[in-house]
């Protein structure tokens, strides 16, 4: 996938809106797959995307974050973290099968498929420049925005 166009896709996103990846070329972005809204993870993440969204913004780079919660989870997840972000609703795995994020994982001792969190930035002309899997939360997005300073 890396050095590869992003695979296209139109999933919901928050605020009613449609998030088609063919309609986002001409600006870098990142994509961020997190497993469920309002755990203590995924909580985090997306506050780290939050806080440091204006120095993406700087950049010229959009932020999407996506799970298979529904659209109301989404709405009332964005609303009480105050995220400037649109979060795309993958209920039937379409983006998550294409970036082959889900994965079997171990649930108090049970396995249950779930998104492995994962991170892909991809650049104007809609290339994966970059992609992390098995994300660990603590130092990702400072990462990430490091990444996207290089792209051109």
Known sequence: MLDQP?????????????????????????????????TPGCTTEGQQFRDLHPQFIKLGCGIYGVSRDSMKSHENFKARMNFPFDLLSDADETACKLFDVI???????????????????????????????????????????????TLK
Do not use: C
Not at 10 to 26: C, D, N, Q
């Open 6 to 38: 992003a695979p296209d896709f139109e999933i919901p996103a928050t605020g009613g809106k449609t998030f088609r990846l063919a309609s986002a070329k001409g600006k870098s972005f990142v994509l961020y797959f997190y497993p469920k809204d309002n």
């Open 103 to 149: 994965k079997m994982k171990n649930m108090y001792g049970k396995k249950v498929r779930g998104i492995e969190r994962s991170t892909f930035a991809i650049d104007a002309r809609g290339v994966v420049r970059k992609e992390w899997r098995g994300v660990k939360v603590p130092g990702h997005v400072q990462e990430v925005l490091e990444f996207v300073k």
